[in-house]
């Protein structure tokens, strides 16, 4: 069974930085795509950032500049270094995976940021 655990996410204020981990685990034949999306109350979940096994990186154009992503394909973890954060940004932030071609999610992380 693949389980998603997800770290970070916390209280910050605006303009500080947080940094969100997600280790994969369990019988994986194959882990293509990777990343973040973020679920706002009363808003739909969105894509925050993605990367592909390959390298190919998507962010949201609202965290282009501020957020990036890492992964390590090896320990099979992807990372989101938030920068700059905004109240906007406030949000329950799920990790996503690709694995053996079914869909994967955390349990999600908040994530906060006062004005």
């Known amino acids: 069974q693949v389980q998603l655990v997800e770290s970070g996410g916390g209280l910050v204020q605006a303009g500080g930085s947080l940094r969100l981990s997600c280790a994969a685990s369990?019988?994986?034949?194959?882990?293509?795509?990777m990343g973040w999306y973020r679920q706002a109350p009363g808003k739909q979940r969105e894509l925050v950032a993605r990367?592909?096994?390959?390298?190919?990186?998507n962010y949201a154009d609202s965290v282009k500049g501020r957020f990036t992503i890492s992964r390590d394909n090896a320990k099979s973890t992807v990372d989101l270094q938030m920068n700059s954060l905004k109240p906007e940004d406030t949000a329950v932030y799920y990790c996503?995976?690709?694995?053996?071609?079914?869909?994967?999610w955390g349990q999600g992380t908040q994530v906060t940021v006062s004005s």
């Open positions: 990367i592909t096994s390959s390298g190919g990186i």
């Open positions: 996503y995976a690709l694995i053996n071609r079914e869909d994967y």
């Open positions: 369990g019988s994986m034949f194959s882990i293509r795509s």
